[in-house]
């Protein structure tokens, strides 16, 4: 894309930040900081913001709300500020476009009906279960009606959108009818800065399972543990590294002490500039998550050449295949168990694995390459050919009042 847009960001994340365990605002925020180097400018609407690294001079970040603020009306507070930020922004100098990102909060940007900017949602990621009906059947009635709502207010969202941008196939789902919308649906991966995760040279001495996320349930921690029973037994000398916190990190610490036999190192929270030497230093990554929308540790360890063994949930068949590791059911301590057996015991198969990883990760999820992408969705709703850019043509455009 040669022209330099003008674009305003409406709440890229809960937070966005450069440098906090917060995967979409990681996300956000490596968009957000590329696009600005490419010469657009961005105003950002921000809940909350912690930044490290100086942004562009063509990024303002606007804080309009504290992080964490997730109740209806904190929602609804927000959503006025961004408004009312909005109006005043475009009249002294018009936005050529709107991007809400992920999470793509139900209802957001309807905050800015009567406004004929074009709006662009996403990437749109898979939800945490499975699938959404399998949810919904344990749901209480109110939860029912609950979300029965947020789909008719996701439904009437996306309808206005100008463009639907998905991270992955699965995230599909996460569309209302996406059959009407197919010609406005792009897919946009997250991407990641190959830089600061270099591909490792060789194995480590010891055979070794990192799992490197949020220490909790949902995570799949317990069925780790369960696993490696069987894994310290069949793999002479293996040991699990656990990185991170959590809330579930005392229970965990505590049942690992009573696993005689089995070697279990706890490192803590590492910071983003260590991750990727942290990965290089262990045999295989895995991620025995019960649900994942995406997986951004994936794709760090398949940058650094890893093999991963992680959950067939969500996001992650479309980050791995069976070149790069393995997936099994989630919860399922037997074929987890069976799964890091197979390719510990393959040095041979490990190199293979990550070495397939790498040019994965090469091939797609480059972030210079993702950002092509999303580039190109801005492009196509903003062409002359564009029934977006009709609507929108001179003399088209109202204010939002």
Partial sequence: MKRRLRIFIAHPSDMLTDHLPHGDGLVAF???????????????????????????????????????????????????????????????????????????????????????????LGAFVPRWQTTIEDDYANMSFKARIVERGERIVAGLQQARAAALLVASPQALRRIHEPERHRDR?????????????????????????????????????????????????????????????????????????????????????????????????????????????????????????????????GGIPDLLSDEGGRLVPPRDADALATALIDVLRSPRQQCDMGAHNRTQVERVFDIEKTVDRLEAAYDAILSPASRFHDELAPGAREEAC
């Fill in 30 to 120: 490596s968009y957000i900081s590329r696009l600005a180097a490419r010469g657009h400018e961005l105003h950002v609407a921000a809940q909350g913001a912690d930044v490290r690294n100086p942004l562009p001079p063509t990024v303002t970040v606007h804080s309009l709300w504290r992080a964490g603020a997730t109740s209806l009306l904190d929602r609804a507070v927000f959503m006025t500020r961004m408004r009312r930020l909005f109006i005043r922004l475009d009249r002294q100098a018009p936005f050529d476009l709107v991007h809400q990102m992920n999470p793509v909060f139900a209802g957001m940007t309807l905050a800015l009906v009567g406004a004929r900017t074009p709006i662009v």
């Fill in 185 to 313: 649906i792009f897919e946009v991966p997250h991407g990641i800065d190959l830089s600061r995760f270099p591909v490792r040279t060789a194995l480590p001495a010891r055979p070794s399972v990192l799992f490197l996320t949020s220490v909790q349930d949902r995570k799949g921690i317990f069925t780790l543990l369960d696993a490696f029973e069987r894994v310290a037994k069949a793999v002479p000398g293996v040991e699990l590294v656990v990185a991170g916190s959590g809330p579930a990190l005392g229970e965990v610490q505590r049942r690992a002490a009573t696993m005689a036999g089995c070697a279990i190192r706890f490192i803590g929270p590492v910071a983003r500039e260590h991750i990727g030497p942290v990965m290089r230093a262990h045999s295989v990554y895995c991620l025995p998550s019960i649900g994942e929308p995406f997986g951004m540790t994936i794709l760090e360890a398949m940058a650094c050449g890893l093999p991963v063994v992680a959950t067939r949930v």
